[in-house]
DNA sequence: TATTGTTATACTCTATAACTATA
DNA sequence: TATAGTTATAGAGTATAACAATA
């Protein structure tokens, strides 16, 4: 008890203060090795349980969403991948089975992607891992982490009670 | 006014309840999105005002920090690059005369790699304009993100005073 | 002419495993 | 035998630019 509302000064940073510039800096800082961390076992567990990679996965779960398909150039914006690198994407998958590429008849420049079942079915089954992976990893660190990692970037003001170390159930 | 100690509610996350769990997992997917544009827009600098990666610069900052150089091994560690892989890190870097690596006397299987003083000097140059490209990134979403972030997972408590659009200067 | 994709190129990163030299 | 690096290999991602087909 005594964990809740712990009070954060979002006022510096909103302000724009020279102090609020300092946290912002350290913020992202932490916030880009952290996810190095995360996304990098992430990377391994799609590729060793799935022979999958990250930007696939990506493209999948843009796919997954729109059942009627995404034309490669909205599909290239949305996954921040160029035009000419979402051809060779797509053809990877698309060689698993796992995505289908069609022409429309209103304009024959467009190719529409969508997934196939097979590919829906596996999307399925790496999006509920991958989601499993992510408690698995917070498990690990937490419940130091998050709190840390506030306090860390001086964004929470660590109180008496607010010490994590050791006694969290007390 | 009123934007200062916004309170947090760390509690639900440290005690692993449901609601703490899911709040988490969104964290980490919205860090996940969001350093993936930042870290995307960094590599696009490194490269074209410094030719430089994102690795490489990793490499590089943990070398700044230690005059003395570290191991192969230690720079492994601490960059996450597999060790058959810092092998070809250091020799591009080495190349381009930024670093060196040499042998000690006492044990012939080790090698050190340290910054040479070009190396020193464009490390200084490109992390102050890292620093910098930081700043324009944070100002071109900021003040709204960070606290948006923050709020949109459910870790700060929205409040009336805490409404950002518009008039965050009145 | 503009748009939509594709092709071509070149380089870096990443992972894995076998290998060498030294201790 | 164990340790520190290196070499070898293969595959993917990334960026850029030239290109073809269609509108």
């Not at 090795?33 to 349980?49: D, W, Y």
């Not at 069609?102 to 596996?122: F, H, I, N, Q, Y």
Request: aromatic residues 4%.
């Amino acid at each position: 008890m005594g964990l809740a509302n712990v009070k954060v000064d979002l006022e510096a940073i909103i302000s724009g203060t020279q102090e609020g510039k300092k946290q912002e800096l350290r913020l992202w800082l932490r916030m880009l090795s952290t996810t190095k961390l995360i996304s990098q076992e992430i990377r391994r567990r799609l590729r060793n349980e799935f022979g999958a990679t990250l930007p696939q996965f990506d493209l999948m779960s843009q796919l997954f969403r729109e059942p009627d398909g995404l034309r490669l150039g909205e599909l290239s914006k949305r996954t921040m991948v160029t035009n000419g690198n979402i051809t060779g994407l797509v053809e990877r998958l698309e060689i698993d089975g796992l995505v289908i590429r069609e022409t429309p008849d209103g304009d024959r420049r467009v190719t529409v992607a969508r997934l196939t079942d097979k590919g829906s079915t596996a999307f399925a089954k790496m999006a509920d891992a991958h989601e499993g992976w992510l408690r698995d990893m917070m498990a690990d660190v937490e419940p130091a982490v998050i709190a840390d990692m506030l306090t860390d970037i001086g964004l929470v003001k660590r109180s008496a009670s607010n010490h994590l170390s050791g006694d969290a159930g007390a």
